[in-house]
């Protein structure tokens, strides 16, 4: 069955420190793969998108995220982290082809800097 | 552009009631999609509707259903209700299956 796998629960860094998310997901064939952010009390928020071609995808508030095939990983990163990032992060994979296919979540990352 | 609209925003039900959620899909799109998020957890695909057909189902019973009207606009409907069922149920639209999925606010369902 297809899962998203986020390796870790809950982060807390310090204003300017570098961010890593982790995200693996366990799907032979093509997907498209997204990053999802939700504010306190917001909805979800699109932050970047992998559909092909380079690897390395630049989002929204300086977020990037890497796609590595060989390893079914799709990272989220930023280089300093703000006040203002503290959030829940959710990676996605939409499996299928086609019109058909589903989104699936992995089970979220919360995410908390300190000023 | 407009974005995604839920209606209502919060409901409470009884167990065994029936309940029908509303979406507005972003101007444009063809594609919704429905989740159920449980408090602490990852949102959970129900399914999705392409050009007002069904084209994907997660792990839900026959009692989660939904539609999609000529104007893309959708509803989920649920019977029967379980105390389980109490989650914030997400509708998402795209403007084809796959792609950047924009999300609504939710409706925030207790079942008592």
């Known amino acids: 069955a297809q899962s998203v796998s986020q390796h870790n629960h809950h982060v807390i860094l310090s204003e300017a420190a570098s961010l890593e998310l982790g995200c693996n997901y366990s799907y032979g064939g093509t997907v498209n793969l997204f990053w999802y952010v939700q504010y306190p009390g917001q909805h979800l928020q699109l932050l970047l998108k992998?559909?092909?071609?380079?690897?390395l995808v630049k989002g929204i508030k300086g977020f990037e995220a890497e796609f590595i095939k060989s390893k079914f990983s799709f990272n989220l990163r930023k280089p300093s982290v703000q006040w203002s990032d503290t959030a829940e992060y959710f990676c996605a994979v939409h499996a299928g082809s086609g019109n058909t296919g589903k989104l699936i979540f992995g089970q979220g990352t919360t995410l908390q800097v300190k000023p | 552009e407009t974005g995604v609209t839920q209606s209502p925003t919060h409901l409470i039900k009884t167990r065994g009631q029936q309940v029908t959620l509303r979406c507005s899909s972003q101007?444009?799109?063809?594609?919704v999609s429905w989740y159920q998020q449980a408090l602490g957890q990852g949102p959970q695909f129900i399914f999705q509707?392409?050009?007002?057909?069904?084209?994907g189902r997660g792990n839900f019973p026959p009692r989660f259903s939904g539609l999609q009207f000529p104007n893309y606009s959708s509803e989920l409907n649920v019977n029967a209700l379980e105390l389980d069922d109490s989650a914030l149920y997400l509708c998402?639209?795209?403007?084809?299956?796959?792609?950047?999925?924009?999300f609504g606010s939710g409706t925030r369902l207790t079942v008592v």
């Open positions: 509707y392409y050009r007002e057909e069904e084209n």
């Open positions: 992998y559909f092909s071609g380079d690897p």
């Open positions: 998402a639209s795209s403007f084809q299956p796959g792609g950047g999925y924009t």
């Open positions: 101007s444009g799109h063809n594609t």
